[in-house]
Structures are given as C-alpha cells and as structure tokens.
C-alpha cells in the first residue's frame, strides 16, 4: 500500500520562501511521475508541478513558474518543492501525488495522494 507523507507547510509572510517535503513508502519510487497540487478553502484541487520520473523534465502551472522548484531524489523517496516569493494567493493546503504523464494536470489522473501540509501566507 502506498503512503505519501507530505511536510514542511506553515505560516510565513509574502515574499517569504518554503520548502515542502513528501515522502513516498513505494518499492519503485522512480518509476512514478510525482505532481504538486493545492486546495485553497472553497476552491477545487488545482495542479501546481509535476516531475518525470528521472528528474530532468518538470511542468508547471503559469501562476507559480519562476517561483516555485519541484525536484526529487529517487534514493530517498522524495520529492520536494520550492516556493520563493511567496503570496498570499498560494495560501491552501499542498498535496502531492503519484502519477504517470508529466502533462497530467487533473487530480484524477493521479492514483495516489497525502494528506496535505498547509500553507498559509500573510500579507
């Protein structure tokens, strides 16, 4: 059974920078495409990032290029994302996700998901 554990939300002020943290108890970690998607408080689940499965292709929603890194390191089960310039519109709860297109942007196109961190920015 997979388990996905994300961490490192919080609360910080605009134009601050976040560092959150998902790991993943699968058996073959680098066979997945891992994706970054948040849920502010009425809104629906929107994609944030994706990574291939090697690390060397990322794809990222037009709100958060520039400022926001996904990376992984396959030994370790992880995968991470880098948020700089923080605003308050990225304030929601982070989840990531196991998939298998890099383009995917829909939550259904990704099978298994954490429990979220929560990321809150004040202005």
């Known amino acids: 059974q997979v388990q996905l554990v994300e961490s490192g939300g919080g609360l910080v002020q605009a134009g601050a920078s976040l560092r959150l943290s998902c790991v993943a108890s699968?058996?073959?970690?680098?066979?997945?495409?891992m994706g970054w998607f948040r849920q502010a408080p009425g809104k629906e689940r929107e994609f944030v990032a994706s990574?291939?499965?090697?690390?060397?292709?990322?794809y990222y929603t037009d709100s958060v290029k520039g400022r926001f890194t996904i990376s992984r390191d396959n030994a370790k089960n992880t995968v991470f994302l880098q948020m700089n310039s923080v605003e308050a519109e990225d304030t929601a709860v982070y989840y990531c996700?196991?998939?298998?297109?890099?383009?995917?942007?829909?939550?259904?196109?990704?099978?298994?998901w954490g429990q979220g961190t929560q990321v809150t920015v004040s202005s």
């Open positions: 990574i291939s499965r090697s690390g060397d292709s990322t």
């Open positions: 699968v058996r073959t970690f680098s066979a997945f495409v």
């Open positions: 996700a196991l998939g298998y297109g890099l383009y995917r942007t829909e939550p259904s196109q990704y099978t298994d």
